[in-house]
């Protein structure tokens, strides 16, 4: 009985010194991050697809605060977020290429799906549910419309497609300034 309070006594001091050593890391080895950067993740979709060759949009964020990426590399915000980066960041790209397409999500055709599971292996937001030899399908409300699973599909029972408006998706269009 006698060595398992010793066993404790220690393990417990150890986790507390540890705990402290870390807070004091995080307090004096804290990296801070410029308030450009902070606007610029804000700006930028946050849905962490990884389209623009970034991890996340914290990353792509930084990369675009350093001068270190275009402008155009969200291909989720379209045009309109590059002319916002473009404002913000007092740049001029070429945005002739962008195409700017409506949000789409992915939809699984259930007769042509065998489950060979690549779709859900390729989703950075875990939208797609099934498991192997199964059906998959989609969770409309967390697909970011990337189309890394449409990609890699070998049924090509994926599709993309518009999403439709609903109530929660509706908003009040903006006036057209030409009429």
């Given amino acids: 009985m006698h060595g398992i309070v010793i066993s404790v006594l220690a393990l417990t001091l150890l986790g507390g010194v540890l705990g402290w050593l870390l807070g004091v890391a995080a307090r004096y080895l804290k990296v801070e991050s410029g308030a450009l950067e902070a606007d610029i993740e804000a700006m930028l979709p946050g849905s962490q697809c990884g389209q623009c060759g970034y991890p996340g949009c914290g ?3 930084a990369a675009l605060a350093a001068g270190q990426a275009p402008v155009t590399l969200c291909p ?26 409506p949000p789409q999500v992915a939809h699984v055709h259930e007769h042509l799906c065998i489950g060979c599971t690549k779709c859900f292996k390729r989703c950075p937001t875990d939208a797609i549910v099934g498991a192997s030899k199964m059906i998959h399908a989609v969770f409309a409300d967390a697909c970011t419309g990337c189309e890394k699973c449409f990609d890699v599909c070998p049924t090509e029972c994926i599709e993309m497609r518009v999403v439709t408006p609903s109530v929660q998706t509706w908003y009040w269009p903006k006036p057209d300034l030409a009429a």
């Fill in 59 to 61: 990353p792509a964020a």
């Fill in 76 to 101: 989720p915000g379209g045009r309109a977020l590059a002319e916002d980066l473009e404002a913000k960041l007092g740049v001029s790209a070429d945005l002739s290429g962008m195409e700017d397409k």
